[in-house]
């Protein structure tokens, strides 16, 4: 098999070899836009042969893509190595339990920096051998090299411009034409390397700012690819033609109300100018932040992309037919104040609809590419979309690196599937595991003595985790693998030096190399009861297609019938709850119906699968129960063969769980907010309540024995029943031939109306309908048709009719058109269902039952408090009188609100014996007359003295004590 192009082939011939004996091959670009390849490059095509073999491919297997720099010449001279990896791919299957340590892969496959220059972008289609889309980058650093004036005998290596200056050989790839513009391909069957496509606005190369990232749209089968230089995002058919280009800074900041940013085209990067700078990156004229745009992933018939001002995250429509760009763009978010304002370089979204976005460090040049970006400051981001539509303000992060700060990513994210117990790639899960590019994710110097006997350190290359694990659950990320870029672990303090990432997963699950034969298992022996228990009922599960898919073609989508019969195999009859997971495997169930099957209740899993469950069935020992259940599934652009498996039980992804979880919790009649796939903390609440329903240990989280006590036990895989559904490719119209304009001389200049861009858009100088069957009200408006309204984005939708009205059989009576709570007491939960209230549980046929719960004691409220269900004392220094109430320790007395207090004794006073007495607790004057002066003592009042026995004395003499009015009296007797 050809893989990669080798430079200089007598030292590449040795590593070919050792890749699995495959040959090394380059090429040019397409034939009808030849690339000069350089004399000492080596083109092969072929091993052993002209021909392939009929299942071989570029990618074994499930593989993690990965780019990065590809190092400096091991001589030491500064130079870009031509033989280092731009990109390597390793196997990932197998890597075992999540433990925090290094998995050691050696890359199989390498890309060398002489067949493609420096790389970041990665993107892979979805063919059945999918081919790898590389873009050249900027990222690493802009040096350059000019003759040698120094004489040393080679090139000088230079910081500013001179008017020699040239891009150094290594940094972009074999595309004299425009080199900082290629995007290169690598084919998915032989390997050849080849230039996909040359990016140019206007006809004019880029100066050398080079490209952002790569996105790949399965939906409407073409590239995305933006351009740091113009701030545009290009639109590439899969033949490398581009057809369109998006302006951010002029049409979508228009659509917003915001200024126009345009793309001035005089100021362009000229590395013979000696104002250029090789470690100052405001020299290299990329677009202004207010457009430039870097990060890109489409997702659900949008295209979502990073502007650098904000941070923010845009979207931008994609018409359903030709897939150009609607006229639509809006502002999806802003990186809130708290997390740092760094670039966003790659968009990926989750199973559950979530969008992850990863930073790259602020970008700083380096002369000898030991730093290319400030280090440990970038996030990767995971925010989730609300009911509305909506996205939280504040995000969750993903702890990356065991550093303090857990900030140690490169810009690079992808999805890839979850891992089973025996380590390998579960196809039920294909979006289960976040992986992450970043620098020292090893590197701890607190907890050396943990992480030495795991691995390397120094790992600059990328970090699995599981996706639902945020910072908050896994920081330090121990729940992590970790794979080392190129193996060489250096000791100094490099950053930057790591780029984009994607995986090759679910598509490559099933991948048998030609020589290999497949494994034959043995039938597993039947298990035998023991004679003295009764065996418990045995069903098993078939899956029947009904009839032949038929085409909704205006809406891509299919419609399918399936029957599924659950036999009961027993001796006794089957009576409890029933739970089917039906899934998908490569397309996505659009909704779902159930046409044949009493009392059971069906909902959509976020993505490809459909849950089912009755509340209680009763199967006799013989007999089958059939469900027919009627779905629209989403119609793929080409031919394609998919598997349909029914499962009896819970499925083992996490939102199938988390699915089937809601369903039993809307079952027993608790409130939670509905069915969504979602764990929030209206789940975790209903989810409580579940299990103190089941009288279990009340937790909040999923676990087996929950969907046991449940009646609804987890599956097994291993007696799923499958079908297998063929569906015809609807293929996409072709992209228009874009003519060029023609050139009138003098030129007309026409005034254009001022359309209203919600319902209309300007065709020259009129404004024309925007979506179909809208008609015009004016010149410059158009409207609807009556009975429907006009959602932006989608166009005309027929406004919805009330249905008819479906009571739930299990809990209301079906009075006209009302529905009326069947039992006593029960609350109304909507229009059309009733619940039991909190404390009671519903049996068919009884109504609401009361739960008995054990009564909590009646604590004494001033002196103990009620914790887990008994009574604590309040306050410290009490001891327990009873089980309800406490007291103080002896010597202390308490306070109410403050606890126990040190009892202060009074001391009786010390009283003067002569001028005062006690008397109780206090001193009182011994003789009248007499005033205190302090608690202890007392003193005569003034005029008098004190005379011990006696009191106190006047000082006055005796005359002017005789009142001449008492001695008349006197005499006179």
Request: hydrophobic residues 35%; proline residues 9%; charged residues 25%.
């Amino acid at each position: 098999m050809c893989i990669i192009s080798c430079y200089r082939a007598s030292r590449w011939m040795t590593l070919a070899s050792f890749l699995l004996g495959m040959t090394i091959v380059s090429t040019g670009a397409k034939a009808r836009d030849p690339v000069a390849v350089p004399e000492d490059l080596t083109v092969t095509v072929g091993t052993q042969g002209s021909q392939l073999a009929g299942n071989d491919r570029f990618l074994k297997g499930p593989s993690l893509v990965m780019s990065g720099f590809s190092g400096t010449n091991e001589s030491g001279d500064g130079f870009i190595n031509l033989e280092g990896a731009s990109v390597s791919v390793f196997p990932v299957d197998g890597l075992g339990a999540f433990e925090g340590k290094e998995a050691k892969r050696p890359a199989y496959v390498t890309i060398p920096a002489g067949a493609v220059g420096q790389i970041f972008g990665i993107a892979l289609d979805d063919a059945e051998a999918p081919s790898l889309y590389l873009t050249a980058t900027s990222a690493y650093g802009l040096p350059i090299s000019g003759a040698d004036q120094n004489g040393d005998g080679q090139e000088d290596k230079l910081l500013t411009g001179r008017a020699d200056a040239r891009f150094m050989e290594g940094l972009f790839g074999p595309n004299p034409d425009n080199a900082p513009g290629s995007v290169w391909k690598v084919d998915g069957v032989s390997g050849e390397v080849s230039l996909f496509a040359s990016i140019k606005l206007a006809g004019k190369a880029n100066a050398g700012p080079a490209l952002g990232n790569i996105a790949f749209d399965k939906q409407s089968q073409q590239l995305f690819v933006s351009d740091l230089e113009t701030g545009m995002i290009f639109r590439l058919d899969m033949d490398g033609n581009v057809l369109e280009a998006f302006d951010h800074g002029t049409t979508a900041r228009s659509l917003a109300g915001l200024p126009k940013v345009s793309h001035e085209g005089t100021a362009r990067l000229d590395i013979r100018d000696p104002s250029f700078d090789v470690e100052d990156p405001e020299s290299w004229h990329f677009a202004p932040a207010e457009r430039r745009v870097w990060g890109l992933a489409a997702h659900e018939g949008r295209l979502f992309y990073a502007v650098a001002d904000g941070p923010e995250i845009w979207s931008v429509g994609i018409a359903p037919g030709d897939g150009g760009f609607l006229f639509d763009a809006r502002k999806e978010l802003i990186l809130p104040d708290g997390v740092p304002p760094l670039e966003i370089t790659d968009i990926a979204f989750g199973p559950d609809g979530s969008m992850i976005l990863a930073q790259r460090g602020e970008r700083v040049g380096s002369f000898d590419f030991s730093k290319v970006t400030k280090a440990r400051r970038a996030e990767v981001l995971r925010f989730v979309k609300e009911r509305d539509d909506s996205w939280r303000a504040q995000p969750e992060p993903y702890a990356i690196g065991f550093a303090s700060q857990y900030s140690n990513g490169t810009g690079g994210v992808a999805l890839g599937p979850d891992y089973d117990a025996n380590g390998k790639m579960d196809a039920d899960a294909c979006q289960n595991v976040l992986w992450s590019s970043g620098e020292r994710l090893r590197f701890a110097p607190n907890l050396d003595e943990r992480l030495k006997d795991g691995g390397a350190m120094r790992i600059d290359g990328v970090q699995a985790q599981p996706f639902d694990l945020s910072r908050q659950e896994n920081s330090p990320p121990w729940k992590s693998h970790f794979i080392d870029y190129d193996g060489a672990y250096p000791d100094r303090s490099d950053s930057g030096l790591v780029g984009d990432v994607e995986i090759y997963g679910c598509q490559g699950i099933g991948y048998q190399p030609p020589e290999e034969q497949p494994e034959q298992r043995e039938e597993e022996p039947p298990v035998i009861p023991l004679p003295d228990q009764p065996a418990p009922p045995e069903l098993s599960i078939l899956k029947r297609s009904i009839s032949d898919c038929s085409l909704d073609r205006a809406n891509r989508a299919y419609r399918c019938a399936f029957s599924i019969a659950v036999t009961n195999r027993g001796d006794r009859a089957y009576t409890d709850s029933l739970m089917v997971t039906d899934s998908f495997s490569g397309t996505d169930v659009i909704d779902v119906r159930v046409s044949r099957g009493r009392d059971w209740h069906c909902s959509r899993v976020i993505g490809a699968s459909v849950l089912c469950l009755t509340d209680r069935i009763r199967i006799e020992a013989g007999e089958t129960h059939r469900l027919t259940l009627d779905m629209r599934l989403a119609a793929p652009p080409r031919d394609r063969r998919f598997d349909n498996c029914a499962l009896l039980g819970v499925g083992q992804t996490p939102v199938q769980q988390v699915t089937a979880a809601q369903m039993l919790i809307e079952a027993n009649g608790i409130r939670s907010g509905g069915v969504d796939g979602r764990m929030g903390p209206n789940t975790r609440r209903g989810l409580e309540e579940l299990q103190a329903l089941l009288g279990m240990a009340v937790t909040g989280d999923l676990s087996p024995a929950l969907f046991a006590n449940a009646g609804t036990p987890i599956g097994d895989r291993s007696r799923q029943s499958c079908v297998d559904v063929p569906l015809q490719g609807v293929p996409l119209p072709p992209p228009p031939v874009v003519e060029p304009p023609e050139v009138f001389d003098p030129p007309i200049v026409v005034p254009l109306p001022d359309c209203n861009l919600r319902s209309t858009r300007p065709r020259g100088n009129r404004c024309s309908c925007r979506y179909d069957g809208m008609r015009k009200i004016s010149p410059t408006q158009c409207v609807c048709p009556r009975g429907s309204r006009l959602v932006p984005g989608r166009g005309c939708v027929d406004r919805p009719r009330p249905q008819p009205v479906a009571c739930d059989q299990a809990t209301t009576i079906q009075r006209g058109k009302a529905c009326l709570c069947r039992y006593d007491n029960m609350v109304r939960r909507s229009p059309v269902a009733c619940a039991c209230p909190r404390g009671t549980k519903l049996r068919p046929g009884r109504g609401c039952v009361r739960l008995d719960r054990p009564r909590p004691p009646r604590c004494d409220a001033r002196t103990t408090v009620l914790r887990n269900n008994r009574c604590d004392c309040r306050y410290p220094f009490m001891a327990k009188t009873s089980n309800t109430a406490c007291r103080c320790l002896p010597g202390l007395k308490f306070v109410p609100g403050r606890g126990c207090q040190k009892v202060v004794v009074p001391q009786p006073p010390r009283c003067d014996g002569t001028t005062a007495i006690k008397r109780g607790e206090k001193c009182v004057c011994r003789y009248p007359n007499m005033r205190k002066t302090s608690r202890t003592s007392c003193a005569c009042k003034p005029g008098a003295r004190f005379l011990p026995g006696r009191g106190c004395v006047s000082l006055r003499p005796l005359r002017d004590q005789i009142n001449p009015r008492n001695v008349v009296p006197l005499l006179r007797q």
